[in-house]
């Protein structure tokens, strides 16, 4: 069983690949590389230009599973939602990573941060805040807040971010999002939506002369799926599972 699969409802495996200077926006460089990436990915055939500038290619996502990649000014995304597997995800990856060099004029001097990016998605009715809190706790300094009278939580999305390195270059984060506002705890009445747990290994920096890309990012995924299991899945992502599943 994929474990990742089994602690969500849905979750995604994430490549960001954030450069210096501003990314070709030319029509036929742009073409050509989604063309380029759409030989190995044919699925992959919806292709628009969003508000913001960035270019997407898509699969349809109505399929449980789908995957999408974008250009952006100064960041290339790629994404796999539900793969069976991190390995089914990560060749879509190193694809982008392979390509961008020659297609897209990205060189290792030029990367500002490589992520590689672990999502979990919990759909949840009722009051995320309250919930998060319920589940995770809160350290005994805070605790004292959430017990006053009266009171209910509005804003509760822990976060930290962790250095793994003595130079600080490569750093790990967790964050958790909620989406809840006042307008629904003062209603008491919350649609259904989505808590969603982050968590992300980061490359700070330009990457040696000789450093490659697809090197870096598969040294962040094996961190990564370390520190999930070590860390994240029992400590985070069963807890929040196992309070929506008893309300």
């Not at 449980?64 to 597997?85: A, F, G, K, M």
């Not at 089914?88 to 941060?113: G, I, K, N, T």
């Not at 969603?196 to 995924?221: A, K, M």
Request: charged share 25%; with cysteine; hydrophobic share 35%.
């Amino acid at each position: 069983m994929n474990i990742y699969d089994s602690v969500a409802d849905d979750y995604f495996v994430n490549m960001n690949l954030y450069t210096e200077m501003p990314l070709p926006s030319q029509r036929e460089t742009v073409l050509e590389f989604f063309g380029r990436f759409q030989k190995t990915y044919p699925s992959m055939r919806n292709f628009y230009n969003r508000d913001n500038g960035a270019f997407v290619l898509e699969e349809d996502k109505d399929q449980t599973s789908y995957s999408w990649l974008s250009i952006e000014d100064r960041r290339i995304c790629s994404s796999v939602v539900n793969p069976t597997t991190i390995d089914d995800a990560f060749p879509q990856h190193a694809l982008a990573l392979e390509l961008a060099p020659y297609m897209l004029s990205v060189s290792p001097l030029d990367c500002e941060a490589l992520d590689f990016l672990v999502g979990f998605d919990f759909t949840y009715r009722g009051n995320h805040d309250e919930l998060v809190a319920e589940a995770l706790g809160l350290s005994p300094a805070f605790e004292s807040v959430l017990s006053m009278e009266g009171t209910r939580p509005l804003n509760f999305e822990p976060s930290i971010t962790m250095a793994l390195t003595e130079d600080c270059r490569r750093q790990c984060r967790l964050m958790v999002e909620t989406r809840t506002n006042a307008y629904q705890v003062r209603r008491d009445d919350f649609p259904e939506e989505t808590i969603s747990v982050y968590f992300t290994i980061r490359q700070y920096g330009s990457l040696p002369h000789d450093g490659h890309f697809v090197q870096t990012l598969t040294e962040l995924r094996n961190d990564c799926e370390r520190l999930l299991e070590e860390h994240v899945i029992e400590q985070i992502l069963r807890p929040l599972q196992q309070a929506i599943s008893r309300k």
